[in-house]
């Protein structure tokens, strides 16, 4: 904080029995370590919970707008397919396939970056900007001639989505604590389960469009980019930067102080300023970035075959043109429910790797549903399963690798990375479900079973892990005097606790 911050920030007595409650990781917080509770603001619990609350009217429905449409324009490929699309631009071979592909290739070179970028451009700014070029390029599409132009113009769409999606919950952890965290992450990637039902409703729309002026397909991707590009023109005014930059006009001066003594509640300089560079390096040589990339490999290829390939495999399940459009609806409405009781469950418990090996194993069996038996019946449970077990399991990782790299930079340089890495698979996505394998699409099911399978028991072995290393910190001896100060050492800190 700035001796200026702190010139605005008052700072009365504390009032220390509020904080008597508060638990930092697994350390009690007491008088001992009140001053570090609310070193800048006497507030009460009530008074906390009021601006959380508005936080999750104001701050986390935007974000969730955001990653809702993020999702809705990338997904509407596959949706615009039963509308006529490959006949229409003439897609031979692979060609479809490799559209698809580009989006990942551009995620994935450029993933890295995005969470690193809200450390050096005001994030309502950066937001609102990568918002802007993702739907012009959603809206684009409806101009693509051939395999050329819908090639290039998936790859800018990708690279405006990777610059958005590891900020999203680099954002938010500017706003929430751990313990509020993960049902908020829950809260806007479960949106991407209510863009396949939108997606679904409105493909299905467009499939009685008049195709007098454009094809349906154009009319698809159009209604779909322009009001995110509306979106995208707002959000400067609604979303705030980080606490210690600005204080919003729509926020009071109790509201601000809080928001920074929370910045700071359970370790100190989480927040540096700039991007620091050792942390960066820290991150990228820390092991757990790489078991985590292995556990949202599986999540990551799953997430790229349901945006790319669903409606294709409902088509052959029975449900023929646009009606397989429709039909992603209830699977979608599944996995939106059923994550935001699982992260909720998360955040009581305390628990991430349980239950996201739980939800793997799920989405594991639900492909081999779908590639190994014939009765569509059976196969389109297998569906249920697959969208529900992707659905349930990723936003508690995205959180766990939030918890788990401590300062900003690191948290940063961990969420690019993981979700750039393994965005690699969704290139494969687009060619382990080639249209000559159909109905079966044997060898995509058992592949992504098998990384559905990989992430599960990867999860079980990170929480084994960091258990034993907390076992181990628990043995030295440790400083309870107040928040984890992450200097060079950043989540290596003896006194730090891993979630599990």
């Known amino acids: 904080m700035t001796d200026n911050q702190r010139s605005q920030t008052p700072s009365p007595d504390l009032d220390k029995a509020m904080v008597l409650h508060l638990e930092m990781q697994d350390i009690k917080v007491d008088e001992a370590t009140a001053e570090y509770a609310a070193p800048t603001a006497s507030h009460t619990q009530d008074e906390e ?5 508005r936080l999750d009217r ?37 060609e ?15 993933g890295t970056i995005g969470g690193l970028m809200l450390k050096v451009v005001k994030p309502r700014y950066y937001l609102a900007g990568c918002c802007i070029g993702w739907g012009g390029m959603a809206a684009a599409q409806a101009a693509a001639t051939g395999f050329a132009s ?30 509020e965290l993960t049902l908020r992450i829950a809260a806007y990637a479960g949106t991407s389960a209510i863009s396949g039902v939108i997606g679904g409703l409105v493909s ?14 154009q009319w698809l991707f159009i209604a779909e980019g322009i009001p995110t590009i509306i979106v995208g023109v707002l959000t400067p005014f609604i979303l705030p930067d980080r606490p210690e930059q600005v204080k919003p006009r729509w926020m009071s001066d109790k509201e601000h102080a809080i928001a920074l003594d929370r910045r700071n509640r359970y370790v100190k300089n989480a927040s540096d300023e700039g991007i620091n560079w050792n942390h960066v390096r820290a991150g990228f040589m820390d092991y757990r970035l790489w078991l985590f990339a292995v556990i949202y490999a599986g999540l990551s ?39 935001l009781l699982l ?29 190994l038996v014939s009765g569509s019946a059976v196969r389109y449970f297998g569906a249920f399963l697959v969208v529900g077990g992707t659905y349930w399991s990723f936003p508690i990782v995205l959180a766990w690798i939030a918890n788990t790299f401590a300062t900003d930079s690191k948290a940063a340089t961990g969420l690019g990375a993981v979700i750039a890495v393994t965005h690699a698979v969704g290139i494969a996505a687009a060619h382990i479900f080639p249209s000559n394998q159909a109905p079966q699409y044997r060898m ?9 399978l990989a992430a599960a028991v990867g999860a079980i072995v990170m929480s084994q892990l960091l258990q034993t290393e907390n076992k181990r910190r628990d043995r030295l001896q440790r400083d309870e005097t107040g928040p984890v100060a992450l200097g060079a050492a950043a989540d290596k800190d003896p006194n730090f606790r891993y979630v599990l």
């Open 150 to 179: 819908l090639g290039a113009i998936r790859f800018l769409l990708g690279l405006f989505e990777a610059s958005f999606a590891p900020g999203c919950a680099f954002y938010l952890s500017f706003w929430y604590t751990k313990d």
């Open 343 to 371: 992260s909720w469950v998360s955040g009581r418990i305390h628990q991430r790797g349980i239950l996201i090996s739980l939800a793997a194993a799920v989405g594991g069996v639900g492909y081999l549903l779908v590639g």
């Open 204 to 217: 299905y729309a467009f499939g009685f469009a008049s195709q007098n002026v454009l094809k349906q397909w």
């Open 58 to 94: 104001r701050v986390l429905p935007w974000i969730m707008i955001l990653y809702m449409l993020s999702y809705l324009d990338r997904s509407v490929l596959g949706n615009s397919v039963a509308l006529g699309i490959k006949q229409d631009l003439h897609l031979v071979g692979s």
């Open 301 to 339: 290829l799953s997430l790229a075959v349901i945006s790319i390939f669903l409606p294709s495999l409902l088509s052959v399940m029975g449900f023929a043109g646009y009606k397989s459009n429709l039909m992603t609806v209830p699977p979608y409405a599944v996995g939106y429910f059923g994550l």
């Open 49 to 53: 919970r009021a601006f959380v609350r």
């Open 96 to 110: 479809y396939e490799w559209a698809g592909a580009l989006f990942y290739c551009a995620t994935f070179a450029f």
């Open 444 to 452: 995509g099911s058992i592949v992504s079973a098998a990384l559905m």
